[in-house]
């Protein structure tokens, strides 16, 4: 088995869901091996498919004056926020194949964000109950760092996790995040104490941190990853699991 691992730069998230449906269609039918998607949105919101409307606390019209688009998709999960300075990952994974069950993938994932934010120097860790990677998860005010909402079709993976790198932390005052109130949210950057010029969000610091969550993933996944590469795909019975 093999990784292909592809970094796709800044993508709108109707064209990145496209692109996922059209990939899970080709590796159900074993025209490509599993693939690992890294890459960033402009500013979005999105809603799982059982998520509660009201954790999105401001007027649509407000996010319409701001260019803030909300979604419904029919990943596992709440709201959640993706933007700049946000690395997304969608691995388009066979699970059977790999002798993976969902929980198991699941904290995977988990594993692999946790292990990215150590490069960095950064301590994370799983909070129970509540998926994703977390920031002193145990102290009274735990911060979240990375969101995990995952999808299942003809045993193939897709959506997955958002972490975030330099991120506003700001923007994330449009939601609840993952359908909690009152919640910390926090950035490798900020945990990290990069300084004002290193903090702001960019898509460099994206694609650096693409590449250590994609070493991660591979290595948790028995495997090396391949080196992600620049140029995006050409082609444009179900469980879900996550928080958003």
């Not at 990677?133 to 735990?142: F, R, T, V």
């Not at 994206?206 to 070493?215: D, P």
């Not at 050409?234 to 879900?240: E, L, M, N, Q, R």
Request: proline share 8%; charged share 20%; with cysteine.
């Amino acid at each position: 088995m093999t990784l292909d691992v592809r970094w796709l730069g800044r993508v709108p998230y109707r064209e990145a869901w496209d692109l996922q449906h059209a990939l899970v269609a080709d590796r159900a039918a074993g025209r490509i091996p599993d693939t690992l998607l890294l890459l960033e949105h402009p500013r979005v919101l999105t809603l799982g498919r059982h998520a509660t409307e009201e954790h999105v606390i401001v007027p649509a019209e407000y996010l319409a004056s701001i260019g803030v688009e909300v979604i419904r998709v029919e990943r596992g999960g709440e709201v959640t926020y993706h933007g700049p300075g946000q690395l997304v990952a969608y691995p388009i994974v066979k699970l059977g194949e790999r002798g993976l069950l969902i929980q198991p993938f699941v904290r995977l994932l988990e594993s692999a964000m946790i292990g990215t934010a150590a490069t960095y120097g950064v301590t994370a860790e799983r909070r129970e109950g509540f998926p994703g990677a977390w920031c002193d998860p145990g102290s009274p005010l735990p911060r979240k760092l990375g969101a995990l909402g995952v999808r299942i079709e003809q045993d193939i993976s897709y959506h997955g996790i958002a972490l975030n790198v330099t991120t506003d932390l700001d923007d994330f005052g449009l939601i609840n995040p993952c359908g909690l109130q009152s919640i910390g949210v926090t950035s490798i950057a900020r945990e990290a104490g990069w300084p004002p010029g290193r903090s702001l969000p960019s898509t460099a610091s994206v694609e650096e941190a693409g590449h250590r969550f994609a070493l991660s993933f591979g290595r948790l996944l028995g495997e090396p990853a391949l080196a992600p590469a620049t140029t995006p795909a050409t082609t444009p019975a179900s469980t879900t699991a996550g928080t958003g």
